[in-house]
Structure formats: C-alpha cells, structure tokens
C-alpha cells in the first residue's frame, strides 16, 4: 500500500514533557493545547481528548506544505481544505477518560451529564471539528485495538484507491487509561494524538511516500508470554503503534538520505511494516 | 435573592464549563440562551440537571413556562423561590 503524505503533524506528553520539564515536575498534568482557532463557546466543551486531536488536524491542514506560497491566499486556504477534507479518525479507547466517568456516574445511578453524553460517542471528535470547520465529507472512525493507528492508514488507503477521494485527513488519538483501568495496560501510557494528509497520488505538495505492508501475527501465544512477561516489569511494554510511527518518521526525516531501517510494528494480531520511498520527487 | 443569584451564576458557569466568563459578566436581567451569554439546547438540558441536583427541582420539559423561567438569572431566581415556598 503506498501513501503520500502532504503534511504530518503529532503531539505526544513525551514531547510536551521534553519541551517543558519542569512545568511537568510540578503539577504532572501536561499543557493541552489552548486552540485559538475554536470559538470559546465551543472550546469549552472539548476534554483534552478532543482538545489534543483537534489540535493536530489543524496543525497538518496549515502545514506549509499544504498552502500556496502567496500570503494572501493562505488565509483563505485553510477553512477551505477543512471544509472539503474527507476524514478518518481512529483511537483505541475513544475518550475513555469522558465514558469511564459517565458510566460510574450511571452505576451509582446519577443523572449524567447532557454535554458528556452528547460528546462521548467514538466519532464525536471529527465530528465537532466538522461542525466548527463546517466540513460535510464523509467520515469514518475506527476503534481495533493496538491495529487502531495503522487500520486507520489502511481505511484511508481503500478510500483512496476506491477512487471516492483523492486526499484525507488522518486524525488518530489516544490518552493515558484512566485510574479505574490502569490495571489493564499492556502499552507504555503515554497521551498523544498524529494528523495527517494523505493522497493517492504524488502532489506538488507531498512531503514523503511510505510503502505499507501488513501480515497475520503467525506466533500469537509467543506474543502473549512476551506481553506476560512485559506486564510485570513495565518497562518492558511497547509504546502505542502511532507513537512508534512518529519516532521512526522523524528519525527517518532527520536522517535526509542515509537510508534506515523500515518501521516494524507487531500487535497480537498482525505485524506491520512502512519504508519510506524516496527518489519519488517527479510531479 | 441577591445570595441566590450569585449562587446559580457560580454554578452556570462551574457546570457550563464557562471558562472566561466570571460572576460579574453575567447581569441578572440579561437573556441567558442565544443572545446576551449565548447559551443552547444542550446548556438547557444542563440547566435542568442543575436545578435537580442542586435545587431538588423537577422540570417538567413540555412546559411553555420552562422558556420564561430560564430566559435570565432574575426569572430562574424566581422561580426557584416560588417553586420552594409553595414546595
């Protein structure tokens, strides 16, 4: 499966904490983003969840790649490519922080909250980013376990290639498990979200192509005992597959043109593979 | 009343998530939903879950009169008044 990518943009507490440690030290809540572009009555309603993911898909869509050089057209490009981007969203748990609340509200059988409910579906995320950039494309949200990122990429690539669309805006985001389901963390925990604009076809504007290949897990229950294994000293756990791709795409950007090594990324279920295409800078 | 009023403001803005807006923007007579704070439909249903938690209040949603009693902080403070006393 091959992708071109005309922007990416990621935010992560590992880069957050990086960039601000002792902000960090103190308080152990990370800075979500302030997102000016979002008008305060709808601000408010967004949780962190929203608020990191809402912040990478602005962030892919005014990338510089994404406008025309001219400054008097940037400005009306951006709600212009907002309003007319097809989307796909993935996270793994959703908004779990949002629901784990909303559900131990409805166990001690509380009225919950009318904003809360409204906005804890899994699609509610792009949803309010079209609703504030007024955006009526299709769009489809995935939730498959630790696949969840890279399912993403591959419902992009079958949109791509049905012809339905020629360039879509990724959003994947997940955050650290709430307290109530710490216990079942079999990834390091980290908060992050990853836009991107994808396309089928080499743009003047693409930044990278990246190849895509995936196969079926063939040893599960050796993946089980290593994750067995892992659970028990944390460390040991992988970090999730969006994170993993951020770190092997900037490593791979740093690099320019020495040549390094493809992304390998296993789940339970399948192992996934991305390799960077260069020489591919033909229009 | 006085004391009412500032109560229901702390919590509009509390549990409307009102993050720049203070006790002292909101003016007692002024239109709560669509024009002066510009609250909607979703801040009506809060609204109604407000005056149960904290007011013990039931509202009934069919009632024409709902609208009157939350158009401003003046209405919504009489109502509770009236609703406990003839409670």
Same mark, same amino acid.
């Given at each position: 499966m091959l992708l071109h990518l005309e922007s990416i943009n990621a935010w992560s507490t590992l880069d957050a904490n990086k960039a601000n440690p002792t902000d960090d030290n103190k308080t152990n809540t990370p800075a979500w983003p302030?997102?000016?572009?979002?008008?305060a009555m709808q601000r408010r309603r967004l949780s962190p969840f929203a608020k990191i993911a809402l912040y990478t898909a602005e962030n892919a869509l005014s #990338?510089?790649?994404?406008?025309?050089?001219s400054i008097e057209t940037v400005k009306s490009e951006i709600p212009e490519q907002a309003a007319q981007i097809d989307i796909v969203f993935s996270s793994r748990h959703g908004d779990l922080h949002k629901t784990a609340e909303l559900l131990t509200e409805l166990s001690a059988d509380q009225d919950i909250s009318p904003t809360a409910f409204s906005t804890s579906v899994h699609n509610a995320v792009p949803g309010l980013y079209s609703i504030i950039k007024q955006n009526k494309q299709a769009i489809n949200a995935i939730s498959a376990g630790k696949d969840s990122f890279f399912y993403a990429l591959v419902d992009a690539y079958a949109r791509l290639k049905s012809g339905r669309s020629n360039k879509l805006l990724i959003i994947h985001v997940d955050r650290v498990l709430p307290e109530l389901y710490s216990?079942? #963390?079999d990834e390091q925990q980290v908060d992050h979200a990853v836009a991107m604009v994808v396309t089928s076809a080499i743009t003047s504007a693409t930044i990278a192509s990246i190849e895509m290949n995936f196969n079926a897990c063939t040893d599960i229950e050796k993946g089980n005992a290593e994750e067995d294994n892992a659970k028990e000293d944390n460390t040991e756990l992988k970090l999730p597959a969006a994170v993993c791709f951020m770190h092997w795409f900037d490593a791979t950007a740093d690099a320019a043109d020495v040549a390094l090594p493809a992304l390998q990324y296993s789940s339970d279920r399948h192992v996934w593979t991305c390799e960077l295409i260069t020489g591919m800078t033909d229009v | 009343m006085t004391e009412l009023k500032t109560e229901l403001k702390q919590l509009i803005i509390a549990e409307l998530d009102l993050e720049d807006i203070t006790v002292a923007d909101i003016n007692d007579a002024d239109a709560l939903f669509v024009e002066g704070l510009g609250l909607d439909s979703i801040d009506a249903l809060e609204l109604g879950l407000i005056l149960k938690k904290h007011y013990n209040i039931k509202i009934?949603?069919?009632?024409?009169e709902i609208k009157q009693h939350f158009s401003s902080i003046n209405a919504l403070s009489a109502f509770i008044t009236q609703t406990r006393t003839t409670a």
């Open positions: 302030k997102l000016e572009f979002v008008p #990338a510089p790649s994404m406008l025309s050089t216990q079942f #963390a | 009934d949603a069919n009632s024409e």
